[in-house]
Nanobody, 119 residues
Framework: QLQLVESGGGLVQAGGSLRLSCAASRRTFSRYGMAWFRQTPGKEREIVAAITWNGDSTNYADSVKGRFTISRDNAKNTVSLQMNSLEPEDTAVYYC????????????WGQGTQVTVSS
């Protein structure tokens, strides 16, 4: 039922920045915990950053701590991922995901947006 659409991906040189955005289709967006995942061919999907439904807590993968920031704007039904100091290793398809309340499983996924970091 919840539809998610990512945007903001593209090609950037190492050291540059990108801001990804995820737009949700429902007013109940504020009831969902949100996260960004990424996946590279041949690699398992990994969680990059997560934020609680009310934005009071965030978590980051060790590989992106200090460089990436997740945030949400419940009034606009959006969640963002600010990515700074990008490295070639950050190249991946980035996915927005949602889970209801305190559910463990992320049940809803966007189609993904490609981020390519050149050296």
């Amino acid at each position: 039922q919840l539809q998610l659409v990512e945007s903001g991906g593209g090609l950037v040189q190492a050291g540059g920045s990108l801001r990804l955005s995820c737009a949700a289709s429902r007013r109940t967006f504020s009831r969902y915990g949100m996260a960004w995942f990424r996946q590279t061919p041949g690699k398992e999907r990994e969680i990059v950053a997560a934020i609680t439904w009310n934005g009071d807590s965030t978590n980051y993968a060790d590989s992106v701590k200090g460089r990436f920031t997740i945030s949400r704007d419940n009034a606009k039904n959006t969640v963002s991922l600010q990515m700074n100091s990008l490295e070639p290793e950050d190249t991946a398809v980035y996915y927005c995901a949602a889970r209801w309340g305190t559910n463990i499983k992320y049940d809803y996924w966007g189609q993904g947006t490609q981020v390519t970091v050149s050296s």
